[in-house]
């Protein structure tokens, strides 16, 4: 947990890191520790408030934009993130989750996948004999089971994925939607 808080705080803060690089450089030569050290705790805090704030906000955001319920929202947003992470190097996969407040909750609400006998869709069974052969394929056929669990067709897939980049890009996650949109831009 340590670890997640951690890497969370780091992507978070990266992207102001340089900002008052040299103030407290100065600082440091001045003896003037304690005001940097309050400004930062101060800036830490609201950046912390504004990450979850974000967090909250996206299911609602995804359920206005494409009109699903808040139960579709959340496991299909698992759906996606899980797909997006088994497409993605380890590394990726990390600061992805990590720029979406409570990735884990969202990765449980994503539906199992349990073939069913005899209720394939045309698609779900072509994307099952393809992902035989490509990772890729396998984790299509995938990701269209859970849409077709959450009540769901493929089409919503990409209008999920467009949705979630352009909440991320938004919030001044850029680099998260373009991890979202390098793993799933073959479903689009």
């Not at 340590?2 to 900002?19: D, E, G, N, R, W």
């Not at 190097?89 to 005899?118: F, R, T, W």
């Not at 959450?150 to 996650?173: C, H, Q, V, W």
Request: charged share 20%; hydrophobic share 45%.
């Amino acid at each position: 947990m340590k670890k997640i808080v951690l890497l969370t705080f780091i992507c978070v803060f990266a992207s102001q890191a340089h900002a008052g690089l040299w103030e407290s450089i100065g600082n440091w030569f001045s003896g003037d520790d304690e005001k940097p050290v309050e400004a930062s705790e101060q800036s830490a805090a609201s950046s912390t408030d504004s990450v979850v704030e974000q967090g909250l906000q996206l299911l609602p955001f995804l359920v206005q934009q494409l009109g699903v319920t808040e139960g579709q929202a959340s496991g299909g947003l698992g759906s996606l993130l899980q797909v997006a992470t088994s497409l993605l190097s380890e590394k990726e996969g990390k600061s992805l989750l990590s720029a979406i407040p409570d990735a884990a909750a969202l990765l449980g609400a994503a539906p199992a996948v349990q073939p069913k006998e005899g209720d394939e869709s045309a698609l779900s069974g072509v994307l099952k004999v393809a992902g035989e052969h490509s990772e890729t394929a396998k984790m299509a056929a995938q990701l269209t089971s859970q849409f077709d669990t959450l009540g769901m067709g493929a089409d919503m897939i990409p209008k999920f994925t467009r949705a979630t980049e352009s909440y991320l890009g938004k919030t001044d996650n850029a680099d998260a939607a373009s991890l979202l949109s390098k793993a799933l831009s073959s479903f689009m």
